[in-house]
């Protein structure tokens, strides 16, 4: 029974890159970016609130454009703590959504989020996007990482915030700032390839850092029904069918964390992460076991059904 409780850890917060192709799958922001600019006025619609470029990227006060959408924030959560615990709500969101360079932590059970923080306190999650969290947690008292785990346990994943799409030739896209990925201002379109390309459904929301405005995520062609025979019969054998753990539907079961409707290239993440060893902790060792004969398409197909799961 344990080793099918492993599956429990098939997510959540970034890491080392994937060797195949770490652009697509773990973005950096360029160097030499240009600054936010404190007189550009910022607004998105349906919301009487204005903020400059500057107090949109304040990592100790990021917008809040819906405060009439969510719960009362917590103080970690709206503000943070200085110098090193930055507000939840920079990356992700007031409604936990997130961005696809963080995570969509929305309805995830508060005890998972809570080891979640711990593994990172600890040092059980290493590579090139570890640096922020691992301070961040470590900084956190437990009372502001009750009451964050707290705040968007109750959140919950927002429907049509992750679009899949099967396209064979997507959008030509470059990485900016957050280490999001936009659509290039030249135009024009590529094969997939073995990849998965998310994009913003809005990219003035997506800069602006707007709960409302989602992404769409490009997933090869075919990928979400082979990712459905492996979640759901194993593969013959590859793996183990995903359900025993997350439960119907993928929604999650007790403690077992949800993957249904969360972004595709961060479930993609994970499951590298996790095959490659930069994830470590309580039941990694077994779940290594379950993804050891997973190859890259394997995975990116997995990611893409989870992602394509109403929430």
Same mark, same amino acid.
């Given at each position: 029974?344990?080793?099918?409780?492993?599956?429990?850890?098939?997510?959540?917060?970034?890491?080392?890159?994937?060797?195949?192709?770490?652009?697509?799958?773990?973005?950096?922001?360029?160097?030499?970016?240009?600054?936010?600019?404190?007189?550009?006025?910022?607004?998105?619609?349906?919301?009487?609130?204005?903020?400059? +470029?500057?107090?949109? !990227?304040?990592?100790?006060?990021? %917008?809040?454009?819906? &405060? /009439?959408?969510? =719960?009362?924030? $917590?103080?970690?959560?709206?503000?943070?703590?200085?110098?090193?615990?930055?507000?939840?709500?920079?990356?992700?969101?007031?409604?936990?959504?997130?961005?696809?360079?963080?995570?969509?932590?929305?309805?995830?059970?508060?005890?998972?989020?809570?080891?979640?923080?711990?593994?990172?306190?600890?040092?059980?999650?290493?590579?090139?996007?570890?640096?922020?969290?691992?301070?961040?947690?470590?900084?956190?008292?437990?009372?502001?990482?009750?009451?964050?785990?707290?705040?968007?346990?109750?959140?919950?994943?927002?429907?049509?915030?992750?679009?899949?799409?099967?396209?064979?030739?997507?959008?030509?896209?470059?990485?900016?700032?957050?280490?999001?990925?936009?659509?290039?201002?030249?135009?024009?379109? +590529?094969?997939?390839? !073995?990849?998965?390309?998310?994009? %913003?459904?809005?990219? &003035? /929301?997506?800069? =602006?850092?707007? $709960?409302?405005?989602?992404?769409?995520?490009?997933?090869?062609?075919?990928?979400?029904?082979?990712?459905?025979?492996?979640?759901?019969?194993?593969?013959?054998?590859?793996?183990?069918?995903?359900?025993?753990?997350?439960?119907?539907?993928?929604?999650?079961?007790?403690?077992?964390?949800?993957?249904?409707?969360?972004?595709?290239?961060?479930?993609?993440?994970?499951?590298?992460?996790?095959?490659?060893?930069?994830?470590?902790?309580?039941?990694?060792?077994?779940?290594?076991?379950?993804?050891?004969?997973?190859?890259?398409?394997?995975?990116?197909?997995?990611?893409?059904?989870?992602?394509?799961?109403?929430?």
């Amino acid at each position: 029974m344990r080793s099918l409780l492993c599956l429990v850890m098939l997510a959540f917060l970034p890491t080392a890159a994937l060797a195949a192709d770490p652009d697509w799958a773990y973005p950096v922001a360029p160097q030499n970016l240009p600054k936010p600019d404190a007189s550009k006025v910022i607004k998105v619609p349906g919301s009487d609130k204005e903020y400059n +470029e500057v107090s949109v !990227n304040d990592a100790f006060a990021p %917008p809040d454009w819906f &405060p /009439g959408d969510h =719960a009362p924030l $917590p103080n970690v959560v709206a503000n943070g703590a200085k110098p090193n615990v930055r507000a939840c709500a920079l990356c992700h969101l007031t409604s936990g959504d997130g961005h696809p360079e963080s995570a969509n932590i929305a309805g995830l059970n508060a005890p998972y989020i809570m080891r979640t923080l711990r593994d990172f306190a600890m040092g059980r999650r290493k590579g090139i996007r570890t640096g922020v969290m691992v301070a961040i947690a470590k900084d956190l008292t437990p009372e502001d990482a009750r009451a964050a785990a707290d705040y968007f346990a109750d959140r919950k994943v927002a429907a049509g915030y992750q679009k899949v799409v099967e396209q064979a030739e997507v959008p030509k896209s470059e990485v900016g700032e957050g280490a999001m990925r936009f659509v290039a201002k030249g135009g024009g379109t +590529e094969p997939i390839g !073995n990849r998965i390309i998310v994009v %913003p459904q809005d990219e &003035p /929301g997506a800069r =602006a850092r707007n $709960p409302r405005t989602g992404f769409v995520s490009y997933v090869p062609p075919g990928s979400i029904a082979k990712g459905e025979a492996l979640a759901t019969t194993g593969g013959g054998g590859k793996t183990v069918p995903c359900a025993i753990c997350h439960g119907e539907g993928l929604k999650g079961l007790g403690e077992v964390p949800s993957l249904a409707g969360r972004d595709a290239i961060y479930l993609t993440r994970q499951l590298t992460d996790i095959k490659s060893g930069n994830r470590t902790g309580a039941w990694i060792t077994l779940m290594q076991q379950v993804v050891a004969k997973l190859d890259d398409s394997d995975i990116v197909a997995l990611a893409a059904y989870a992602a394509s799961r109403q929430p």
